[in-house]
């Protein structure tokens, strides 16, 4: 079963930094694309970033040039590094690993997520 743990959220103000960590501290079998999503209070949870096993990134446009996605090569682990922040980055923010599985239906897609952690951007 896939465990994921993330951490470094916090209280920062407009135009700090903080750096998120997440790992598999579960029984994940081989190496995963895994990224990052975040909800807001009231809103949808959106994609943020993803980084697959050959280091190859996709970051959404809000974020793209202050915040950077990172992983330890053939590992489990991802880090968001966030610059720059603003009010609209405030989120509950989620790490997520993706895997390929084959079931009865074909070739799917599984989510795992981990508990989440908060950012909060407030002067």
């Known amino acids: 079963q896939v465990h994921l743990v993330e951490s470094g959220g916090g209280l920062v103000q407009p135009g700090g930094s903080l750096r998120l960590s997440c790992s598999d501290s579960?029984?994940?079998?081989?190496?995963?694309?895994m990224g990052w999503y975040r909800q807001a209070p009231g809103k949808q949870r959106e994609f943020v970033a993803r980084i697959f096993v050959d280091g190859t990134i996709n970051i959404t446009d809000s974020v793209r040039g202050r915040f950077t996605i990172s992983r330890e090569y053939g590992k489990n682990t991802v880090y968001l590094q966030m610059y720059s922040l603003k009010l609209e980055d405030t989120a509950d923010y989620f790490c997520?690993?993706?895997?390929?599985?084959?079931?009865?239906?074909?070739?799917?897609?599984?989510?795992?997520w981990g508990q989440g952690t908060t950012v909060t951007v407030s002067s």
């Open positions: 579960g029984s994940a079998v081989g190496t995963w694309p």
């Open positions: 997520n690993l993706r895997r390929t599985i084959t079931d009865w239906r074909g070739q799917q897609t599984a989510d795992a």
